[in-house]
């Protein structure tokens, strides 16, 4: 998805030129993206307004709820190592644990199964 998007933006487009200019054909700086955000925020009626920081985590955290190695999204994130990455995402859905252990550990076979079915009130 993210290749055919990145590939329509640079069609047509010279070697070095800009894929996202701003509307007046300037690059974005660090803080030109704060307004047209808070407006779409406020356009969808998302409240409070969402930032790119908290994009960053969604990403983040949609990657390690996945199953991505934490080596992975650590890289992606531009850290050098996984303690931020296990710190701020080790602690995600309170059922991703439980359900990762039992999608991954099988049956134990520890109980015999049985046709006897309790009855019903």
Same mark, same amino acid.
């Given at each position: *998805?993210?290749? *055919?998007?990145?590939? #329509? ?9 800009? !894929?996202? +200019? ?8 660090? #803080?030109? %993206?704060?307004?047209?955000?808070? $407006?779409?925020? *406020? ?17 983040? #955290?949609?990657?390690?709820? &996945?199953?991505? +190695? ?5 890289? %992606? !994130?531009?850290?050098?190592?996984? &303690?931020?990455? $296990? ?6 859905? +309170? #059922? ?5 252990? &039992?999608?991954? !550990?099988? *049956? ?11 009855? %019903? +009130?």
């Amino acid at each position: *998805e993210g290749r *055919e998007f990145f590939a #329509s933006c640079a069609a047509g487009k010279v070697s070095g030129a800009l !894929l996202l +200019p701003r509307a007046d054909g300037m690059p974005w700086g660090k #803080s030109h %993206q704060q307004r047209p955000l808070g $407006e779409a925020c *406020e356009a969808a009626r998302i409240a409070p307004a969402i930032s790119f920081h908290i994009l960053r985590h969604t990403y983040a #955290s949609r990657l390690v709820m &996945r199953g991505a +190695p934490l080596p992975v999204v650590a890289t %992606q !994130l531009g850290h050098t190592d996984t &303690r931020m990455v $296990e710190r701020h995402y080790g602690h995600l859905a +309170p #059922s991703y644990v439980a359900d990762t252990i &039992r999608a991954t !550990l099988g *049956e134990l076979r520890i109980t015999e199964k049985s046709n006897v079915a309790a009855l %019903q +009130p």
